[in-house]
């Protein structure tokens, strides 16, 4: 019942930037926190930032001055601008929302969600 869709990826040159948007719907009572991860070919997922309810943020060291995160709660929607990219950030990009679920015959509950992904590459 609960749905997140990632937007912005692409292929942009070393230096260059990019802004990732996702937008959580469906059943939504409220989300707490929300972030993103990436995972580039052979390797494991890893976390790259996440904000939460009270708009405390928190990076990678790898990503740090260089990528930002924001939230818009009205609008369910998280944004990760990402400036100075480098080759090593390419990978596949994940919105997550830890969010509280409204159901029709059950107390509202809460639950972790992730997006289908969106492709970053950066070239030299």
């Known amino acids: 019942q609960v749905q997140l869709v990632e937007s912005g990826g692409g292929r942009v040159q070393s230096g260059g930037s990019l802004r990732l948007s996702c937008t959580a719907s469906?059943?939504?009572?409220?989300?707490?926190?929300m972030g993103w991860s990436r995972q580039a070919p052979g390797q494991q997922r890893e976390a790259v930032a996440t904000?939460?309810?009270?708009?405390?943020?928190t990076y990678a060291d790898s990503v740090k001055e260089r990528f930002i995160v924001f939230r818009d709660n009205a609008k369910n929607t998280i944004v990760l601008q990402m400036n100075n990219l480098k080759p090593e950030d390419t990978a596949v990009y994940y919105c997550?929302?830890?969010?509280?679920?409204?159901?029709?015959?059950?107390?509202?509950?809460?639950?972790?969600?992730w997006g289908q992904g969106t492709q970053v590459a950066v070239f030299s």
């Open positions: 469906g059943s939504i009572f409220a989300i707490n926190d």
């Open positions: 904000i939460s309810s009270s708009l405390t943020t």
């Open positions: 997550g929302a830890r969010v509280i679920v409204r159901h029709a015959d059950y107390d509202p509950y809460e639950h972790d969600y």
